[in-house]
C-alpha cells in the first residue's frame, strides 16, 4: 500500500491550524473543488501551511457555488525544512515556471533568482515564482514551502551565503569526472549534527562570463563540478545537479539494513 494518498485533493492554506478550525473557500478553491473535482459534503481535502503539519479537512457546501473546510484531524506532523539554496539565473517565462516547479520537488529550501551578465530577462515576478512553488508542493505532498528570495546580481547573491555553506558550481568547462565522487569528496567529513548546508548554482544560457567564473571559484568552500560530456540547458542542468547534490549530501541519502550510508565508499 502506498505510504501517502495522492488520490486526495490538496490544498494550501497560509493560516494556523487546529482542530475543529473553519476556512471558508475563497472563489478560485470552490471553483477547484466544488465545480472541476465535483467534492461534495463531508469529502476529505488534504490541507497545509507550511508550518503546522498536514491536516485533514472536510467539506462544508454553504451555497451553489461555496462553501467552508473544516479541519479534523493532523495527518503528518511538520517536517523540519531541508538546508539547500537553489541560485538560477533567470529563465523565460515557461521554463523559470518549470525550474521553480522542479527546485521545489528537489527540496530546495531557499530559491534566489541571480542576475548575471547574460541573464535573458531581469523582471522577476516573485508571486509567479511563490504560485508555482505551492502548485508543486501541493501536487507532491511536501510539507515545506521554499523562501523565495529578491533577486540580486550575482556578486551580492555570493556574499549573501553563509561561509560555511558548501557551494556547488555547475561549470561547463570543469574537467569530466564522476560527480558523485567529487561531491563526496567536497562533503567528507564536514556534515555536523544538523547536515551540511548547501547551495547550488546555475548559470544562463550561454554560460557564465570568465569575470564570473572566477568570482564564483574565488569563493571558499565552493566545489565545481561537471555534468557530463554534454551540454545542458540550464533547465535541464537544475533538475540533473539537484538530483546529485540530494543523494550525495542532502536529504536523499538512504541507509541499508545495517544502518551504513548507503552512499559511502565501499573499502
Not at 4 to 13: G, I, K, M, N, Q
Amino acid at each position: 500500500m502506498a505510504a501517502y494518498d495522492f488520490s486526495a485533493p490538496r490544498l494550501f492554506l497560509d493560516l494556523p491550524m487546529r482542530e475543529g478550525m473553519r476556512h471558508s473557500l475563497d472563489r478560485a478553491q470552490a471553483n477547484y473543488l466544488l465545480g472541476v473535482l465535483r467534492r461534495g459534503e463531508g469529502d476529505g481535502v488534504l490541507v497545509f501551511n507550511g508550518r503546522d503539519g498536514e491536516w485533514r479537512a472536510e467539506i462544508q457546501p454553504t451555497g451553489r457555488k461555496a462553501g467552508d473546510l473544516i479541519l479534523r484531524e493532523q495527518t503528518r506532523p511538520q517536517t523540519p525544512p531541508g538546508n539547500l539554496h537553489y541560485l538560477f539565473a533567470p529563465l523565460k517565462a515557461a521554463r523559470l515556471d518549470y525550474v521553480a516547479q522542479k527546485a521545489v520537488e528537489m527540496g530546495a529550501s531557499l530559491i534566489r533568482p541571480v542576475i548575471t551578465r547574460r541573464t535573458q530577462g531581469d523582471r522577476i515576478k516573485l508571486d509567479r515564482l511563490r504560485a508555482n512553488a505551492i502548485e508543486a508542493a501541493e501536487q507532491c505532498g511536501i510539507l515545506t514551502i521554499p523562501e523565495i528570495a529578491e533577486a540580486a546580481p550575482l556578486p551580492a547573491a555570493l556574499s549573501a551565503l553563509e561561509a560555511e555553506r558548501l557551494l556547488v558550481f555547475c561549470d561547463e568547462d570543469a574537467p569530466v569526472a564522476d560527480p558523485i565522487m567529487t561531491l563526496r569528496q567536497a562533503g567528507a567529513g564536514r556534515e555536523g549534527n544538523g547536515g551540511l548546508p548547501l547551495a547550488v548554482v546555475i548559470g544562463p544560457e550561454g554560460g557564465f562570463t570568465p569575470e564570473e567564473r572566477a568570482l564564483i571559484l574565488d569563493r571558499p568552500n565552493t566545489v565545481r563540478l561537471s555534468l557530463g560530456p554534454r551540454i545542458l540547458r540550464a533547465d535541464t542542468a537544475a533538475v540533473a545537479v539537484l538530483a546529485l547534490v540530494q543523494a550525495v549530501l542532502g536529504d536523499g541519502r538512504g541507509s541499508g539494513a545495517d544502518g551504513r550510508d548507503i552512499t559511502a565508499p565501499v573499502a
